[in-house]
């Protein structure tokens, strides 16, 4: 009796425990994502506007 009961809740707190951890992995995938588009923007924009040289300094 005391087996079956205790049984259920660990196993739930591990499912939980592994969908916060896939949905922290898939937010930071996102952020990261979203920061490489707007790096790759910003770049391509100095670039644009700007001579080679002044990016050089850049980086």
Excluded: A, Y
Aim: aromatic share 10%; charged share 25%.
């Amino acid at each position: 009796m005391p087996q079956s009961e205790s049984k259920p809740t660990p196993r739930s707190e591990r499912t939980i425990v592994v969908d916060l951890i896939k949905l922290n992995i898939s937010l930071k995938f996102k952020i990261r994502l979203v920061f490489d588009l707007f790096l790759i923007s910003l770049e391509f924009n100095i670039q644009n506007f700007f001579p080679l040289g002044l990016n050089k300094i850049i980086r």
